[in-house]
């Protein structure tokens, strides 16, 4: 019995202390980048054919030239996925906060 009560003390200590391991080290905010998404995909023709608004969830790669090359847009508008890579894809961010080579998510909100 004691060593029941010994091991779930050190399971409950170990859950403590991934908890707050995964505080220590935040999801990086590209403010900039967002900034520079948001104009790179301005309101369109494709936009105003939206019924309702949208999030879409865009995974784009940073070539090692600085190209934006967009990997997926999980809508099932094919007009706003076609939109979206139109948009992004061989675009230059003027922006230095992405690793060239990684892959980065960004959520982008469409309004109708």
Same mark, same amino acid.
């Given at each position: 019995?004691?060593?029941?009560?010994?091991?779930?003390?050190?399971?409950? &200590?170990?859950?403590?202390?991934?908890?707050?391991?995964?505080?220590?080290?935040?999801?990086?905010?590209?403010?900039?980048?967002?900034?520079?998404?948001?104009?790179?995909?301005?309101?369109?023709?494709?936009?105003?054919?939206?019924?309702?608004?949208?999030?879409?969830?865009?995974?784009?790669?940073?070539?090692?030239?600085?190209?934006?090359?967009?990997?997926?847009?999980?809508?099932?508008?094919?007009?706003?996925?076609?939109?979206?890579?139109?948009?992004?894809?061989?675009?230059? &961010?003027?922006?230095?906060?992405?690793?060239?080579?990684?892959?980065?998510? &960004?959520?982008?909100? &469409?309004?109708?």
């Amino acid at each position: 019995m004691k060593k029941l009560v010994l091991s779930l003390v050190v399971a409950l &200590f170990a859950n403590v202390a991934l908890v707050s391991a995964k505080d220590m080290y935040p999801k990086k905010s590209y403010v900039k980048v967002n900034q520079e998404l948001s104009s790179l995909l301005n309101p369109s023709y494709a936009v105003g054919l939206l019924e309702e608004s949208e999030v879409v969830k865009v995974k784009i790669l940073v070539t090692e030239a600085g190209d934006i090359v967009v990997l997926q847009a999980d809508t099932k508008n094919e007009a706003l996925d076609y939109y979206i890579k139109e948009s992004l894809n061989y675009k230059k &961010f003027s922006t230095n906060e992405l690793t060239p080579g990684a892959h980065y998510e &960004f959520m982008v909100n &469409f309004k109708s």
